[in-house]
């Protein structure tokens, strides 16, 4: 009952076999998925070009001097109305500081620290183990502020915003004159002019209905960066975009790092064992 | 070690007679297992534990146990597909310790459990390690599972004798799935808040008994700390609810013996080979290559098994536009749909795993009747049927994706009587033709 085929090139015949199965199976999927994707309805967001991130790819990694400066243009524009609600100070260390940047860094927010004698709030200096505060107490303030919206948090958002990175780059440069936004394109597609007046929002193409709550908050020299940079508002996006990115995902590099170390350690192991297989099986007849 | 390869490929120690030179088995065709050079190796041990204390014994015996294992006889023809269950054991063994580490800083409060994961991530020392350790070991181990389940059904895995081994596996298989459920939970993310609404809502939608069991599962109306709680407790306690099985699961193989590729061929003993080296080298390296892709994922690809949704905290308020489970829930997922009735909706796709249970019953051919004859020779119907079993798994899961609306609506109800067609017809049909044409 001696079989002529190598029991290695067998599961591949019939794997090859299977997948000929699947493929018009499959193919019929492919076409009912097209069939069933509707034209986009009027007011969703356009797409976002893909930029060239230092994070972008399998193997890319955070641009460390942009990420720090990402944190200028959070720490003096988005943290007014944004909270990072699950990062800490000594986090923030990642980003290429030593322990006492860290500390001067928290030392420059003020954090609540109960109420005096008189029931009045109390604030002190930051210490690295303080959570990054947030601008308001609680979903209330926060729409009371801002006209009835409540600013996202960005611990995460670079994962949980659809689009990601280029999106959000998007969205901060994207802010239109309210005159020239088409809300639907087609051949009937209305011109309808959107009102860009602070109590229904701003128009933005990139946003939910093209409408977002948010003023256009950079401009050209709302920072001061210490390396140098020029701080355009282009430049200052991109900046806050990648640390933005950066934080959501701050151990990204050491993975990619590890990942990089272990498998070329796992494929050195693998061939090892590939001989090592084939000298214990190399007297077994078939 | 035991056996021990020489320059020359010559292994020590006895078990070797069965297989080499030109596959000389005849010493080895007679003995039930490698007994006889086991009893050897013990004679000669004897001076060294012979001052007859209880450790020495508990030694003896554990390293009797080891030998015995070791030389464990397997049929030489088994292929890849068979490496399988080694690269399970690595992923368990896996979960295991980085679910335990986890558990030290996870905090089960619907309050808490969302940033205490955070802190997971983000601060405690190698926390990201383990936290992707365990989720890409999640998916790997259903995709492993999966494989396993395909490759029993491919080769008839549950036929005679191993019907209680199939058995032993099925049960395992739902164990892992209500484990992976329960595991998905405790982040306390969109998804796992809103999936555990989903799986109460379901099980509410049982007659009768239906709302008792609905609060017992989230222990309230709606989730909550509550059913952190249960999460946690049955997350924790199931896991070595599943060593244990895996364990029985393991014991029953060595008392049945292995399947193989071959059939009836490959059970002859004098073609076997013991586990330790030929298998253990082979294992091996199926569990490094897993561990290869394992570490493409993890550190390359993490988006393939992360759900974005999921890093938004638990938001009973906001319900997500798609309320979507983890993909090897999907086809499940996809079959609860296609039918109208919450009830039977919940029957058909629990009832798709069940069916498993049974299988080795629906299926009542052997090996020998398959050896023969015309039904038995067109040896492609069964992989046709196989394919289309597995192409409706595929298409339900597709489905449930694209949440049974519009056109997927008729395809996942195709896909369901598609999957439910293979067991309950197919297997009896074939089987019973096929044994028909063997009496006659």
Redesign the interface.
Known sequence: ?A?RMS??A??FT?IR??AA??LP??AG?GV??S??QAAPPPGTPAHAPAQNWSFKG??GHFDLAAVQRGYAVFAGVCASCHSL????F??LGAMGLTSDQVAALAASWQVAAGRDAEGHLRHRKATPDDMLPRPYADADAARAANRGAVPPDL??IT??YPGGADRVYALLTGYKPAQTLPLATGPDAAVRRVPARPETGFVNPYAIGHITAMPPPLRDNAVPYADGTQPTAQQEARDVTTFLAWV?I???D???R???G??LY??F??CL??I??R???????? | MLFIVKHDNTVLCGVLDAVSGGGKGERMAGTPSCLESTCQDQAHEEPDTADGSASGRTAQTARAFVRDYMAFLLPRDLNSLWTIGAMLMAVLVLMLLSGLTLALTYTPDASLAFSSVETLERRVPFGWLLRSLHMTGATFFMAALYLHVFRGLWYGSYRAPRQGLWSVGTVLLILVMVTAFAGYVLPWGQMSYWGADVAGKAVGAIPLVGNTLEGVFLGGESPGTATLHRMFVLHFTLAFTIVGLVLLHVAILHRRGSTSPSGAAGQDRARMLPFHPYFTVKDGLGVVVLAILFTLVMCFWPGLVTEAANYRPANPLHTPADIEPEWYFLPFYGMLQAVPSKFFGLLVSGGAVAILLVVPWLDRGTAATFAAGRWGGLRWLPRVALGVLVCSCVLAGLAGRHHVQGVWLLLGRLATVGYYLYFLGFLPFYSRLVGREARS
Do not use: Y
């Open positions: 009952m079989t029991p290695i067998r599961p019939r076999s299977l199965l699947m199976v499959l999927a009912f998925a069939v069933a399998p193997l609600t699950q990062v800490q000594s986090d611990s995460r994962q949980v959501s701050p151990h990204a050491d993975k990619r590890l990942g990089v272990v498998g796992l494929c192991l693998a064992l590939v090592l297989k000298r214990i099986w190399s007297h077994v007849t078939k």
